[in-house]
């Protein structure tokens, strides 16, 4: 009876253990597909704004850019304008050659001061 127990109880910490690692695996997918919906940005949406366009309106065309991958895709791109504050998009394009593509937009005093196109390395 005692042996009985012994394994009722290990095959519930079993499925105790297996459905907690289902759990975290569902979280962590949730996370990067809420984060690339934060990060992704159409290429038409780029190519229609331009330097100079206040920022509120270059903004409001965007989603919010704010993600734990925004470390990433700052790597390997050129220097960030002095006195800009910026943010970094993936495009919602296919990949070219194997590497996605990183928009960057920069704005100072109120307007786009700089806009950058960059394979994310």
């Keep these: 009876m005692a042996q009985r127990k012994g394994c009722l109880i290990g095959c519930a910490v079993v499925l105790v253990l297996g ?3 289902v759990a975290a695996l569902v979280f962590g997918v949730g996370k990067v597909v809420d984060a690339a919906g934060k990060t ?3 290429p038409e949406v780029y190519r229609s704004v331009n330097v100079g366009d206040p920022e509120d309106a270059v903004r409001a065309r965007m989603p919010s850019g704010e993600s734990f991958i925004k470390a990433a895709l700052k790597e390997g791109g050129p ?3 002095a006195g800009s504050v910026c943010s970094w998009y993936i495009s919602a394009a296919d990949a070219k050659g194997g590497d996605e593509t990183v928009y960057r937009f920069c704005f100072k005093d109120g307007k786009l001061a700089d806009k950058a196109e960059y394979p994310m390395r």
């Design 79 to 81: 220097a960030e304008p």
């Design 40 to 42: 992704m940005l159409e």
């Design 19 to 21: 459905l907690a690692g």
